[in-house]
């Protein structure tokens, strides 16, 4: 089982910044992909961004640019920076880890408003 612990979300006006932090609970070791996704209200969760232990970060169309994922291994902690954020950003975004034997377990999510 892998614990993950959310932070950073609220409330933020459009062209505004956030970062959110999800630390991991399982050692790094047993931790392949670490990432990001979020659902809006009536929608799919759909990815935002994701960082596996090896190979390239992968992000969505819609955040190309404007978001940054990053991985501190030391720490098991996965980050979101999220500049220039629109208002179609808002959403719950939730933490994702996959490990080596392809389990997956999410974060109870963070609410993500950006107002116009």
């Known amino acids: 089982q892998v614990q993950l612990v959310e932070s950073g979300g609220g409330l933020v006006q459009a062209g505004g910044s956030l970062r959110l932090s999800c630390a991991a609970s399982r050692s790094r070791f047993s931790i392949n992909v670490m990432g990001w996704y979020r659902q809006a209200p009536g929608k799919q969760r759909d990815m935002v961004a994701t960082?596996?232990?090896?190979?390239?970060?992968n992000y969505a169309d819609s955040v190309k640019g404007r978001f940054t994922i990053s991985r501190d291994n030391a720490k098991n902690t996965v980050y979101l920076q999220m500049n220039s954020l629109k208002p179609d950003d808002t959403a719950v975004y939730y933490c994702?880890?996959?490990?080596?034997?392809?389990?997956?377990?999410w974060g109870q999510g963070t609410q993500v408003t950006v107002s116009s």
């Open positions: 994702y880890v996959r490990d080596l034997m392809g389990y997956e377990f």
């Open positions: 960082v596996p232990t090896i190979g390239r970060t």
